[in-house]
Each structure stands twice: as structure tokens, then as C-alpha cells.
């Protein structure tokens, strides 16, 4: 079995790179600057289905997203998350909470609807991670 | 500066161990099998605030959380989730989500009130993470 993403992933999302273990994708949700990592394992679902190797490697990887996302314009916090509760492919939300976002102190997942990047925005955003 | 736990953090949860990094936390919620784990470190608030071995330390833990709560009748579902938007202190949790629980396929956080244990379904599972 080969890894694959799952289409509801790839429906609210963009392509920004693949590092060693994760694809890491942009949620399209210009309200908070949101990136998902996605493990290229086959079948995983839970952070324990990987290998104690991959696991450390999603945990640099989560670090180095973090690194980018918290390094964002007037971001304070950071919220990660594997939650699942609706695509069942192993995914890593990792983004920023501004002062004053959507959600206020609440999760941002199953909030309210997205808000979609306007292209230059996007594009801008994916050539900043693809860069560091 | 030695670490402490937060106060809201023990207010709404039960000591359950101090496993190599974290301590270990009974969330007081009986609709949920949630545990929450606080890295001992002073002054964290993000997971890239740890140094690279306590990052790996925590994965191990999260995994060995994962275990237990997986392991728990009808849980179908784990969620996993590292938020501080209320309760700044790094900590991270470890839940177990059931078909028909009350947050569906949104996040427990910050959905509804939580439903305080009966001592002693709350000793017991108290009991059963201490055995694992």
C-alpha cells in the first residue's frame, strides 16, 4: 500500500513541500496561518500506529513548522493538533492564535467556515515555508 | 525557577503519576477517558521550548498516554491536542473519543461542561494508568 492523501485533505488545502517524513500542506484559511503534516505512512491513523523512528522525526517536524508559524506576524500562540475526528488519515494541525482571531480562546477546528486565501496571499505564504 | 503545576490545570484534573518527563493527569470529566501530561519544566509553554530530548521524551510519553487511552472500552478515536489558549503552561492532551459522545466530530475543548467523576470510577482509572 502506498501512501496517498486523502481527498478531504487535499480538498481544503495546498501543496507546499515534502520534508523527510511529512507532506506539508497550507489549510486554505486566510484567518490563521495553518499548516497541516501529513506522515507518508500508509494506513497510519494514530501517532502510535508509526515507528518510534517516525515518531521522533514527526516531532522535529512539528517543531520545525512550529518554528515558522510562531515566527508569523503577531502570533502568540501556538495550537497543535491530531484529531481526526473526521478525516481518518493521520494529519498534524500546526498554527498560529492571534489576539482577537475567530475562535477567541476555543479550538479552531469545526469553528466556523474557512475563509480562502486570495492566490497572491497563498502563494506567498507557501514560497515563505518552502524557504526556510 | 523549579516548576509548578498551574493552577488551572489542577483544579479540574486528578494526580495520577509523574512518569520520566511529564506529569500525568486525570482530566475530571467522566464523559471522556482524558489525560493530560505537563512536561516538568519550568517556564514551557510551547513544545519548542523543550530541548530535542525532552521533545523526544514527550512523543514517548504521548505514545505510552496513547496506549492506555486506546486501550480503553469503545474508544474508537484518539485525539491529541497541545492548545494553551486558556492555561498558558505547556501541557498536552491524551483523550479517547467514543461513537455518539457529546462533542460528535468536533473537539472536546471547550464544547460543554464537564461531568465530574464518582470517586470511585475516578480511583479506578486512576488505578489502571498507575498498573500500565
Redesign the interface.
Known sequence: MTFALHPGLAADTAFIADWPLCRVLLMNDARYPWLILVPRRAGA????DLA?SD??M???E??RA??VV?GLPDVI??????????V?QLHVHVLG?RIGDPA????V??HSPARPYEASARDGLIALVRSL
Open positions: 491513523v494514530e501517532i502510535m518510534a515518531r521522533s514527526l516531532m522535529e512539528i517543531t512550529s518554528g510562531r500562540k501556538l495550537n497543535i493538533g491530531a484529531l481526526g475526528n473526521v481518518p492564535r477567541g480562546p476555543g479550538p477546528w469545526g
